[in-house]
């Protein structure tokens, strides 16, 4: 199985969109880990936009980086998000609050915590009548995203806007499920191009072999494709700003994604 990238969007600790990470991605810089400060999804009307948390924040600003630099019309790209969890931070509230008499759960927090919030803000904010899915596979959301918009993309006539995204949860969630970092990342995949350069050529192989996950040449970025499910697309995002032709190999529920890259 065969696809183009298109275009990618990156917000992560020290990543601040694709263009400014290249070079820390292929080892050709430092790499410096910062603080994540998302922005308000200005594409959203005022009061969606009041109502959204960071996942959904993150997911959309990623989703728009990818689609703005492919020069895809929103209504003809077909959506996959991918998140090992989703919203930790409105759930707890939403756990707070039925551990009060009242038991009251508001409306905003209860359509927030559903899986599918950052498909349906997308469409508000694009305005998109496309076919999305959203999809968790937990530690395993970033290959089984991957592999759903492949697959998309490959036997529809659609492109396929992938985003994966990944926050922190609150204590004591934290506890029990611990996430590293505030990552997201979005590829626009396609099969025909769109009147310019991809940035690379995808061939992807699902087997039963379980050789060793390719890992990250800084320690630091190590950790964070080893605490954040979404950090398992961080290989990908090397291979690709490292260039040439790259084999990477992502588990995925005790088998194995093999991916070929070649450079556009």
């Known amino acids: 199985m065969r696809v183009l990238i298109e275009a990618i969007g990156l917000v992560g600790p020290g990543l601040a969109g694709w263009d400014q990470s290249r070079a820390a991605l292929a080892g050709a810089a430092q790499y ?5 400060q998302l922005p308000p999804v200005e594409a959203l009307p005022s009061a969606e936009r009041r109502r959204t948390g960071p996942p959904v924040r993150l997911a959309l600003t990623v989703g728009l ?3 703005g ?3 895809r019309d929103a209504a003809n790209v077909v959506t996959v998000f991918t ?10 509230e939403i756990c707070e609050s039925l551990t009060t008499a009242e038991r009251d759960v508001s409306p905003t927090r209860f359509h927030n915590s559903v899986h599918n919030a950052p498909a349906g803000y ?13 999809l968790c596979a937990f530690d395993w959301s970033f290959a089984a995203g991957l592999l759903e918009a492949c697959v998309q993309a490959t036997t529809s006539a659609h492109p396929v806007l992938l985003v994966s995204y990944d926050v922190p949860y609150p204590e004591p969630l934290r506890r029990a499920r611990p996430v590293q970092g505030t990552l997201g990342m979005a590829f626009l995949f396609s099969t025909a191009g769109h009147g310019q350069r991809a940035l690379a050529e995808l061939e992807l ?4 072999d379980a050789p060793e996950s ?5 320690n630091e970025l190590e950790a964070l494709r080893q605490n954040n499910p979404t950090g398992r697309g961080l290989p990908l995002l090397a291979a690709i700003a490292g260039g040439a032709t790259r084999q990477i190999v992502l588990d995925y529920l005790g088998a ?3 991916l070929r890259m070649t450079a556009g």
């Open 32 to 36: 410096v880990p910062a603080a994540v």
């Open 205 to 208: 192989k699902l087997t039963s």
């Open 214 to 218: 390719t890992r990250m040449h800084n």
């Open 122 to 134: 997308w469409g508000i904010a694009t305005r998109s009548h496309a076919a999305s899915t959203s």
């Open 65 to 67: 980086q990818a689609l």
């Open 256 to 258: 194995t994604l093999a």
């Open 69 to 71: 630099r492919s020069g």
């Open 83 to 92: 998140s090992s969890g989703g919203d930790g931070q409105v759930i707890h």
